[in-house]
């Protein structure tokens, strides 16, 4: 009986450093670039900041639209303002008047 012995592979000794490097890079990849990963997060974070601008011009014109209410309460009716809005809106004048037409009125929205 003989003893037989074998000169150990360079590349047995890069098996498990191998796995181990495959591993941490398709780990590494998907926290980079996964659903939720450093990518995803900065989307996610622009998207909410757009969002967030949104929600404060719709803030906005929720205020104007309350204040514009407020002006129509019984109790804070001003029958000239009134008046003038009909006319304006209907397009109507008495016949006795003189309408002074100017270019530089607002546009409402």
């Known amino acids: 009986m003989y ?23 398709y780990f590494a ?3 980079l670039s996964g659903d939720y990963g450093l990518i995803a997060r900065a ?3 622009s998207d909410a900041h757009a969002l967030e601008v949104k929600l ?3 803030k906005q014109r929720r ?11 019984p109790e804070s009716l001003d029958p000239d303002m009134i008046d003038e809005r009909a006319r ?9 008047e003189i309408v002074i037409l100017r270019n530089d009125r607002r546009a409402e929205k």
């Open 3 to 25: 003893t037989r012995q074998r000169k150990k592979s360079f590349l047995r000794r890069l098996i498990l450093p191998g796995i181990s490097a495959a591993l941490l890079l």
């Open 63 to 73: 205020e104007t639209m309350e204040r514009r209410v407020v002006l129509l309460r």
């Open 56 to 58: 404060a011009a719709l």
């Open 88 to 96: 304006d809106s209907l397009n109507l004048v008495h016949p006795d």
């Open 43 to 45: 989307r996610l974070e």
């Open 29 to 31: 990849l998907h926290a």
